[in-house]
């Protein structure tokens, strides 16, 4: 049974520092890992989507790596600023697109 | 072309009552994905279902829920006799084909049993 552990589950951080989010998850065999960004209250916001072929993705100050066969992904955010705080969740999908979601880390970053 | 879109945003209901969520796909996507997140706990799967079938419910309670994506209009999530138990968000994704590609989330429905 696939299950998808993140570290840590909170990170409070100064505004400018780079930073780290940690993904792990027990079954290799997945078809896709994506970053989601979930704000108070509000729905799911997909940041990256890694294909179980490539090894990362970038979009603006966002890195996303992924390590398949120690089952393990990074997300790496630079030059952090109050508006990246939320809470990020990666996820797992195998055949179906079905994901297996992570416990998720509550980022604040302070001004 | 409008994201997934979930109604209503916000629903209350009494113990005892019936609850029906409502989820839009993305336009050109036929592959429906709905997940529950209960209180301080994570995004657990509940259903997957494509048009006019059910492909994976392993997630869904055995009991009160059922859910459905008929050929015309959106997929509705329906709970019978509701619970306390049953607050939590309830998010639905859509996505064009049925693996290897993103899925896209709804702001999902908030329902609260009193």
């Known amino acids: 049974k696939q299950e998808v552990t993140q570290i840590p589950a909170a990170l409070s951080v100064p505004e400018g520092e780079n930073l780290v989010l940690n993904c792990s998850f027990t079954?290799?065999?997945?078809?896709?890992l994506q970053w989601f960004r979930q704000d108070p209250g509000k729905g799911l916001t997909s940041l990256l989507l890694i294909q179980s072929s490539q090894r990362e993705q970038t979009s603006g100050r966002l890195n996303a790596s992924l390590d398949k066969s120690s089952g393990r992904s990074t997300l790496y955010i630079a030059a952090s600023q109050p508006g990246d705080s939320a809470t990020y969740l990666c996820?797992?999908?195998?055949?179906?697109?079905?994901?297996?979601f992570g416990t998720g880390t509550l980022l604040a970053v302070q001004p | 072309n409008a994201g997934v879109m979930q109604n209503p945003r916000h629903l209350v209901r009494r113990r005892g009552q019936e609850a029906r969520l409502r989820c839009s796909p993305m336009k050109g996507h036929s592959h429906v994905y709905w997940y529950r997140q209960l209180p301080e706990e994570g995004l657990k799967f509940m259903v997957y279902l494509q048009k006019e079938n059910i492909i994976d419910e392993s997630g869904m309670p055995k009991e009160r829920f059922s859910a459905e994506f008929p050929k015309e209009g959106p997929s509705i999530l329906r709970i019978q006799q509701v619970v306390r138990g049953d607050s939590a968000a309830y998010f639905c994704?859509?996505?064009?084909?049925?693996?290897?590609?993103?899925?896209?989330f709804g702001q999902g429905t908030r329902l609260t049993v009193v």
């Open positions: 079954d290799s065999a997945i078809y896709n």
């Open positions: 996820a797992v999908s195998g055949a179906t697109n079905k994901l297996i």
């Open positions: 994704a859509s996505s064009p084909d049925r693996s290897n590609t993103e899925a896209f």
